[in-house]
C-alpha cells in the first residue's frame, strides 16, 4: 500500500494530456438549449486515477494529511464554507457551481498530496512519467502539423479530436497566404497544449541548457501560434540570460519585477482592451458588468457562461459561450471580492513559500500568472488544472 498511491502518481502524471472522459448532460449544463462542454459534468480518466491516489495515499496518511493542513484550517474553512454558500445562495445555477466547487476540492487534496510526497515522487516517480507524456504529446503535434489534420485510430483513446485544416472553427496560422493547422496533441486548444509543453519542459530542466533543445522547443512553441506562451517564453528567455549576472538579491528584485509587468499587463488589458480580438473584448466587458452588479459576491462559482444571455442582450456581435479570457477578472466575476480576498491571501503566501524556491519553479509560476492573464484554461480545462495543482503542491512542499 505504501508504494500503490506513487504508482497512481506516475499513472496521472503519464495520462495528464489526456481528455478521454465520459460527459453528462443535464438540463444545468446547456445555455439557451446548447451543450456547454465548460459546464458539462465530466468523469476523466484522470479523475478516476486521482481519486484511487488519494484513497490509497488516505487510509495510511491521515495524520499526515491533517497535520499539512493544521496551519491554516480556519482559513480554509471559512474559504470553502464560503464557496459552499456562494453555490447554493448566490448561483443561479447551483448545478455548475456545485460541479465547480467538487473539483475545486479533487485538484486542492491532489495538491496536499504533492506537497507531502514531493521528496520520493522527484527521485523516482515524476520525470520519467513526465518524459512519457511528453514525448507522445510533441510526437502527436509534430504529426498533426505536419499532416494537417488529427491522427486518428487508437489516439481516440487519448482524447484526440477529429479536425483537418477544413473543420469549421479549427485553429489555423498563416503563412504567406497558406493555411498551417496549429497543433491540438490530445489538448481542447493549441493554447493549452503550448501550456503545457512550456511548463512541463521547464519541471523537467536543469541547471545545464542544451541550446539544440532551447532551438527544438522554440520552434514547436512556435507552431502552437498560443501568443501568450511566446510572451511566456520571453520572459524564460531573459532570466536565462540575466540570471548568471546577478546576484542573490538581485535575482529576486527581477523576479519582483516581472511580477509588476504582469500586472501591468493585465492593467493595460482590462483598461484600455490590448491584445484583444472583437470577442475576447466583448467577453471581458460582460464580465466587467458582472462585477459592476455584483461586487462583493459574484455571479456565482461557475456561473459566468450560464449568465452571458442575461448580460449580453443588445450587443452587435455573435457572442460565444465560454469563459472570460482572463482568470483574475473570470475569478472576480464569479466569487466577487470576498472570494478574491481569500484567493489574495493565498497568493501572498505562495509568493512567500516561492522564493526560496529554484529558478524554473520560479519561472513556472511567473509562466502561470503571464498566460492567465490571456486564457481562462489554468481555471477551466481538466489537464491544465491538474498540472497547477501539481505546481502548488511542489511550492508547498519541503524539498
Do not use: C
Not at 438540463?27 to 459546464?39: C, E, N, T
Not at 488516505?58 to 456562494?86: C, D, M, T
Not at 479536425?163 to 497566404?177: D, V
Not at 499587463?265 to 482590462?270: D, F, G, P, T, Y
Amino acid at each position: 500500500m505504501n508504494n500503490l498511491h506513487r504508482k497512481f502518481f506516475f499513472l496521472l502524471v503519464v495520462f495528464l494530456p489526456s481528455q478521454i472522459a465520459l460527459h453528462f448532460w443535464p438540463d444545468w449544463s446547456l445555455v439557451l438549449g446548447i451543450r456547454v462542454d465548460y459546464l458539462a459534468p465530466t468523469i476523466y480518466l484522470t479523475d478516476i486515477i486521482i481519486f484511487l491516489l488519494l484513497v490509497s495515499w488516505g487510509k495510511e496518511h491521515l495524520k499526515q494529511f491533517s497535520a499539512a493542513l493544521r496551519p491554516k484550517a480556519l482559513v480554509i474553512i471559512i474559504f470553502f464554507l464560503y464557496l459552499l454558500l456562494n453555490s447554493l445562495f448566490i448561483a443561479g445555477n447551483q448545478g455548475v457551481a456545485i460541479y465547480k466547487l467538487i473539483k475545486i476540492i479533487e485538484f486542492s487534496l491532489l495538491g496536499v498530496y504533492v506537497s507531502q510526497n514531493w521528496l520520493v515522487l522527484k527521485q523516482s516517480f515524476f520525470k520519467p512519467a513526465l518524459v512519457i507524456s511528453l514525448l507522445y504529446t510533441i510526437l502527436i503535434s509534430l504529426m498533426q502539423f505536419l499532416t494537417g489534420k488529427s491522427i486518428g485510430g487508437l489516439l481516440w483513446f487519448l482524447g484526440e479530436r477529429s479536425f483537418s485544416l477544413n473543420t469549421p472553427g479549427i485553429a489555423l496560422f498563416t503563412i504567406f497566404g497558406q493555411d498551417f493547422l496549429r497543433p491540438y496533441g490530445t489538448f481542447p486548444h493549441p493554447n493549452v497544449l503550448a501550456g503545457f509543453l512550456l511548463v512541463s519542459l521547464l519541471l523537467l530542466s536543469d541547471k545545464r541548457v542544451n541550446y539544440l533543445v532551447f532551438i527544438f522547443i522554440s520552434i514547436l512553441l512556435a507552431i502552437t501560434y498560443s501568443q501568450g506562451i511566446w510572451l511566456g517564453w520571453i520572459v524564460v528567455i531573459i532570466f536565462f540570460v540575466l540570471q548568471p549576472k546577478l546576484l542573490p538579491g538581485q535575482s529576486r528584485v527581477l523576479f519582483n519585477l516581472f511580477l509588476l509587468f504582469i500586472a501591468i499587463v493585465n492593467w493595460v488589458i482590462i483598461s484600455k482592451h490590448f491584445f484583444l480580438d472583437d470577442s475576447r473584448k466583448a467577453l471581458l466587458d460582460l464580465s466587467l458588468k458582472m462585477i459592476n452588479k455584483n461586487l462583493f459576491t459574484g455571479m456565482g462559482l461557475n456561473n459566468f457562461i450560464s449568465n452571458l444571455p442575461h448580460y449580453s442582450s443588445g450587443l452587435n456581435f455573435v457572442w460565444i459561450l465560454q469563459p472570460a479570457h482572463n482568470v483574475f477578472i473570470l475569478l472576480t466575476s464569479e466569487i466577487g471580492l470576498i472570494g478574491m480576498t481569500f484567493l489574495v491571501l493565498f497568493f501572498i503566501d505562495l509568493l512567500k513559500k516561492i522564493q526560496s524556491k529554484d529558478l524554473y519553479l520560479k519561472l513556472i509560476f511567473l509562466v502561470i500568472l503571464l498566460t492567465g492573464s490571456f486564457d481562462h484554461y489554468w481555471i477551466t480545462l481538466q489537464q491544465p488544472q491538474i498540472l497547477a495543482a501539481l505546481v502548488v503542491g511542489i511550492i508547498y512542499s519541503e524539498v
